[in-house]
């Protein structure tokens, strides 16, 4: 297993799936009555995060609670970033704390890479979203949805996702999530399909490992899951779509184009929604979308990348026996 988390696509195919196969043995610990494990004691995780977060932020924090890490939580507003002080400075004061993990959320793409690679800290890295980059524990996540969804909790044990179509659609142009899927869902065998306005489509697209398509329609038919994103305004300095209604009538999903999809077929978002943009309250309700259970599965999916990077080498299951019997 890799030291650090940076990209989604530093992910081999065996990697992956032994993320999904141990995120499969943290959610059985979250069955129990006392859903906590020893494998992190000792060990303190910071949480360094830069930019906005509801989900990500709070599952790493339960994902390393639930593994007994000592958890530090950085957001940078409140703290001396708002002073001017750098990523660097910052980086060595965690350093001299003795962290043994940060995961770091940054509006810049590549800062976690630079925070791995530039030799200001020793500790391992997991990236959790940065600039339009990467954010490869949600794709971990959404895989690991996808998996148990599409495949079964247990049959899906040592499998990926081969021959599985999924569609991503809606800002690809500034998402980090479906770089990041695409990436994985690649490796794990599954076939991709984007779709989006071509204001939202990036340049170089043709380089990437999936389909593009700009009908929504075309493509619900044959999708496995429909993965929705948030049209990312934050991110954007121009004007990408004529209005949000246009945007909402051409690649919104509400519930007609739903009844489109196969019967099996789950509708995905990383959150959080906009209900009535890309995604109408009556689909973010129904039964076949998976929003909530892929925050559920984030903390699992975090508990697997934590304990397989910081250095989890018995079976994930084993510790817990022990602190059952030593409660
Ligand atoms: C996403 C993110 O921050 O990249 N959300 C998340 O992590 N659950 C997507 C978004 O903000 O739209």
């Keep these: 297993m890799m030291r650090h988390l940076i990209s989604a696509a530093d992910l081999s195919r065996d990697d992956a799936v032994l993320i999904l196969d141990t995120a499969e043995e943290m959610a059985r610990v979250a069955d129990r009555p006392i859903k906590k494990l020893p494998a992190l004691r000792g060990r303190t995780v910071v949480n360094l995060f830069f930019e906005d977060s509801t989900r990500t932020r709070i599952s790493f924090e339960a994902a390393e609670k639930r593994l007994s890490a000592d958890v530090i939580n950085f957001a940078a507003k409140g703290s001396s970033v708002s002073k001017g002080e750098s990523l660097k400075d910052t980086a060595q004061t965690l350093e ?21 690679t530039s030799g200001w800290i020793d500790a391992a890295v ?23 969804r599409l495949i079964g909790p247990d049959a899906g044990l040592g499998q990926d996702l081969g021959g599985k179509r999924i569609t991503i659609v ?40 999936c389909e593009v398509s700009y009908s929504l329609d075309q493509v619900l038919a044959k999708s496995d899951a429909v993965m929705m994103l948030r049209v990312q305004r934050e991110r954007m300095n121009a004007a990408f ?83 059952e019997e030593s409660k």
């Design 96 to 116: 001299a704390m003795g962290v043994d993990a940060v995961v770091i959320r940054h509006g810049a793409s590549g800062a976690p890479y630079n925070l791995a």
């Design 126 to 148: 997991i990236n959790a979203g940065d600039g339009t980059h990467q954010h490869p524990t949600q794709a971990l996540l959404d895989a690991f949805t996808m998996r148990r």
């Design 170 to 209: 809606g800002d690809v142009l500034h998402s980090r999530v479906a770089r990041s899927n695409v990436d994985l869902l690649h490796t794990l065998g599954a076939e991709v399909t984007l779709v989006a306005p071509p204001t939202l489509v990036p340049v170089g697209v043709e380089n990437w490992p």
């Design 241 to 323: 779509f004529p209005t949000e209604r246009e945007y909402a009538r051409r690649y919104g999903l509400d519930g007609e184009r739903m009844a489109k999809m196969p019967e099996h077929a789950i509708v995905m978002h990383p959150g959080p929604m906009v209900r009535g943009m890309e995604i109408t309250a009556e689909v973010a309700d129904s039964e076949r979308c998976t929003a909530i259970e892929q925050v559920a599965g984030g903390v699992h999916t975090r508990m697997a990348v934590l304990y397989l990077l910081l250095g989890g080498n018995e079976p994930a299951g084993a510790p817990a026996t022990r602190t």
